[in-house]
């Protein structure tokens, strides 16, 4: 029996150094940080957040390095009191480390955000949220992915074109007046980094990318958010708003070539009746 | 290398388990496509992947096992074929490495003196074309379908480093990647080093770049990443209905033998009849190879929409419990979850496209 408990002992203290030794070699690249954190934030206090507080999901290993997905979830319910205004996802090692920042009112209900980026090289993907008090919150995750940002993209260049800036937003279940809904944003937009190297023209396919996205429901701002070539192709966002009423929940992208797309849906409570009052336009 | 349903009470349990979690529609085929394996074939042993097998008169294949690269394995994966024509030796595909190509060599020479005359890369994958190095430096032409070195030159920036990691830098030694040149193979058949073969891009709907080629006398089909026996595919660069459909192409199922990309070899009824019931074993019959990998194809479709419809974020489609019936094919593991991402990923797409 003592042998027993030695051998677990043994095993758990392995188990437990293991941990620490991963964790130390997950701290990434400080001195890349240093400059990120100095850009965005100055020498504001930033707090590492913990518990459900603020959370950043992300596979460890990637199955695509262009297409990661990340989910960015707040314990705070957005109220006028306290609300998450700002948040950035930022992935270190990226050429351009900040892919998005995103801008919440307490109509997002919940400052939720899922999105799928690109991932250059094995890399701290951080998240940090700017609460209405000005105060800093920060979590992060070490993803082991690389090549993303210079992957071509999966769809045929001439298919893309056709379909650019066509976007859908649909809204999950039943729609309950003051209440946090999910909603999901899709777009099909080739969101060309500019890193990719294309082998059929040895040219490097220009950067074509959605910069900004702002949604309204019912004509009060949801959420915004300014995005950059680390999201990846055909831009895809789930994200949280609050009805009050019936009401049309809108959307617009702009393009970095200034292209403007929109898209709407109409929504009744109860029973979600969305209907589409606005087909995708681009202009 | 294991094969699914050793017992038919595993079978039985697993068709349970499905059903549980799965719609009914597409089942009976299922059933009938994991009934159908009868016996399951045996795959090569490591010594038996260092002799040529012989097919037909003067078609030979050195068989390799369906799983990843692995230091078991050492890289011995896929199955590499060849010709003995008149004038010489076309080889087709070339291994994971340039110790896997000298053993293919070495293999040719104790079958022929004959000059290796050409080599055919069937598909874009590291497990076939890391050996060209080898035939290039012998002065070999290396010929592919014009999208191999695209894609090679697009994703292969990590392969290399990826096998030297799991294979060692010993097994490893002298490998480089050499793209194969894009050739434009005429249609209908055509001679090549004395031998009468005819090669089809595709068909549409495979794997690009893939290469289905036939031996014209002997009716042996080579069919590339087209055919896998046993072994999940990676489906990424195509939709699994669109796979399934293209395996419906009658050059396989007209074939007296198909030697796939990985596993055992398939035989029509004409060449399973010649082999002794112990030799049969080793091989399975075209028709249940095809079906098998159709009703593998058909489910994942199926699963992935389901997946779909429930909304499910992306990064929980590759964290589904392991319930499905193909869990003791090689590669299940990751290859299985890659082809629910990349389908969930398609099935959104053709969502946004819809009205």
Known sequence: MSQQFNRLVVRATLALSGLILAASAHAGDPEMWSRIRASLFQD??????????????????????????????????????????????????????????????????????????????????????????????????FVKASGG???????????????????????EGDVIPGKPSLAQLMISHPNDSGLAFDQMSRNYTPAHYVREI????????????????????????RFYFVPEGAGVLAVEAIDSSDLKFNTAVKLDTGKNVAASVKPAAGS | MQFPFTSSSLLLRHVIQFRSTHFITGRLALLAALLSLGSNPVHATNNDKLHAQK???????????????????????????????KTGVVIIDTGSSAARAQELIHAIKTVTNKPLQYVLISHPAQEVLFGDGVFKDLGVPIWSQV???????????????TLIQVLGEDRMKGTRLVLPTAYAFPSGSFNLAGRKISVVEGPQGTVPGNLVIRDEA???????????????PAVQDTSPLAWEQALTFDGLAKAYAVVPAYGPIALSSRAMQLKTPQDRQSFISIQDAISQLQGYLRDLDHQARGLYERRLPLEEVTQQPSVFPYMD????????????????????SEDLMSK
Not at chain 1, 111 to 127: F, G
Not at chain 1, 151 to 170: F, I, T, Y
Not at chain 2, 147 to 161: G, I, S, V
């Open chain 2, 329 to 348: 094919w090689d590669d299940y593991s990751p290859n299985h979850g890659h082809n629910l991402f990349y389908r969930y990923l398609q099935l959104e």
């Open chain 1, 214 to 237: 702002s949604v309204t429901y019912a004509g009060k701002k949801v959420m915004t958010a300014e995005v950059d070539i680390s999201i990846s192709e055909n831009p895809n966002f």
């Open chain 2, 218 to 232: 002997t009716g042996v089909v080579f069919s590339g990443a087209l055919l896998s026996v046993h072994r999940v």
């Open chain 1, 44 to 141: 504001r206090p930033i707090v590492e957040a913990s518990g459900d507080f603020l959370r950043l999901d992300a596979p460890t290993r990637a199955e695509d390095a262009a297409v990661v997905p990340i989910s960015i979830h707040t314990g705070i319910p957005q109220s006028a009191g306290q609300y998450v205004q700002n948040t950035w996802l930022i992935i270190d090692q990226n050429p351009s480390p900040i892919a998005a920042k995103f801008v919440f009112t307490p109509s997002s209900g919940q400052a939720d955000i899922e999105t799928r980026v690109r991932v250059n090289e094995y890399t701290l993907i951080r998240a940090v949220a700017e609460l209405n008090d000005g105060s800093l919150h920060m979590v992060s995750k």
């Open chain 2, 147 to 161: 999208h191999t070195p695209r894609l090679m030159a697009q994703r292969c920036d990590h392969c290399l480093e």
């Open chain 2, 55 to 85: 097919i037909a008169r003067g078609v030979y294949v050195l068989p390799g096992d369906g799983a990843a690269p692995n230091a078991n394995n050492l890289g011995r994966v896929g199955n590499l074929g060849f010709l003995v024509g």
């Open chain 1, 149 to 171: 940002c210079s992957a071509p993209a999966g769809k045929d260049p001439a298919e893309a074109l056709a379909s650019l800036g066509k976007m859908k937003v649909r809204v």
